[in-house]
């Protein structure tokens, strides 16, 4: 989906209601040049009540959205085309004390809701023929600065958005950025470490010459202390794979606390560093690892290999291979169909044809994916 289809469904909508596209999709749709993009999340806002919410998710349920999550607090998740849709009802946020989740009151005024903004660049709204800009946002758009808008102080996790901003989008903070994050800081501490991870996670799903600077930052505005026992800054990992929520903990697996509400993945990749010194072959290597996630080959790999390249080449070669034991024919065509998608001539190996006792089959589907795996590695020497 573009962002033109984005406009379409809000010219649908604005013929009933009053609703904005506002934050980050009109923000990239001004960095592109007000050129048409893909989109992967859109956030509207909605003048009106809990009621004008309810029927603007019954109206786009009609039209094939589905609706995952409603909250009474003002706000409707939806999903369409594989693209996410947070729909929430402009608001005044009150917050109890410094890093409270905030409590809201409904408004009719998008001039109170700009002020609950992150950043300047983050509070331009668009109705469909024009850019509402009450902040000059626009003006630090094309100065590519980020200046902070709402408290860091109220809500800490503006900071790290923040620092993920800035790497992302290639900008530069302002002098405000650090006057705001100097007094925010200090109330880290009031965030649940839950909401502190899902700001990691978020981020660790961008390109990773951004995520590195990430966390370089993060280092550099001692942002970590909460999650780790002592700072990283000896070390930078160097192989990162392609973007999923887990691969944060690549960077902070031998200081992570253990007190962490870390995920069942999160945990295994730091467990992984206690594994001992192995020989750094394929047939070693797979003989460990061989049912162990990508991530977590590759925390093992970044902080306790020598030869860190030949972990990555045994994820790349691992990928390509599926061997199926039985029936022996399935066995024989499976290895073949590997072998091309390694792109070799490989002979089937006498073994292949072995019918070994239940507890030797783990070994023997292990040395076939071995085999090839050697095969194509030294193909490529």
Not at 40 to 51: A, E, P, Q, S
Not at 251 to 273: M, N
Not at 326 to 349: M, T
Request: hydrophobic share 40%; glycine share 4%.
């Amino acid at each position: 989906m573009k962002f033109s289809n984005i406009v379409e469904i809000l010219n649908d909508l604005r013929k009933k209601w009053e609703i904005y596209i506002v934050g980050g999709l009109v923000r990239d749709w001004i960095l592109k040049g007000y050129r048409d993009f893909k989109v992967k999340d859109c956030d509207f806002v909605l003048i009106g009540t809990i009621n004008d919410l309810k029927s603007v998710a019954a109206t786009l349920q009609g039209k094939g959205f589905k609706v995952k999550k409603f909250s009474q607090f003002g706000t409707v998740e939806l999903e369409f085309e594989r693209v996410n849709f947070d729909i929430a009802l402009a608001r005044r946020e009150y917050y109890d004390y410094p890093g409270a989740l905030p409590r809201v009151e409904f408004v009719k005024d998008l001039s109170i809701d700009v002020k609950r903004r992150d950043f300047t660049v983050n509070a331009l709204y668009y109705d469909g023929k024009s850019v509402i800009d009450f902040v000059r946002g626009i003006e630090d758009l094309n100065n590519r600065t980020l200046k902070p808008l709402a408290s860091f102080s109220d809500d800490p996790t503006r900071i790290f958005r923040g620092v993920r901003y800035k790497n992302v989008l290639k900008f530069k903070y302002s002098a405000e950025f650090f006057d705001f994050m100097s007094e925010g800081r200090r109330y880290i501490r009031n965030v649940s470490s839950q909401r502190l991870l899902n700001e990691l996670r978020i981020t660790a799903e961008v390109n990773a010459k951004a995520l590195r600077g990430f966390f370089k930052e993060l280092v550099r505005f001692s942002l970590l202390e909460w999650a780790v026992y002592e700072t990283p800054l000896y070390k930078t990992p160097r192989f990162l794979g392609g973007p999923t929520k887990a691969r944060w903990i690549i960077f902070l697996a031998p200081f992570i606390k253990e007190s962490l509400p870390l995920t069942s993945l999160e945990r295994k990749c730091v467990e992984v560093l206690k594994i001992g010194h192995i020989k750094e072959d394929l047939e070693s290597i797979h003989k460990v690892f061989h049912s162990r996630s990508d991530i977590e080959v590759l925390t093992y790999a970044n902080w306790k290999s020598e030869n860190i390249r030949i972990f990555i080449e045994y994820l790349n070669l691992r990928k390509k291979i599926q061997i199926r034991l039985y029936p022996i024919e399935k066995r024989i065509e499976s290895f073949k169909k590997s072998a091309k998608n390694l792109n070799i001539n490989a002979p089937l190996p006498e073994i292949i044809f072995e019918d070994p006792p239940s507890q030797r089959r783990k070994s023997l589907k292990l040395t076939l994916e071995t085999f090839l795996m050697n095969l194509r590695y030294n193909h490529n020497r």
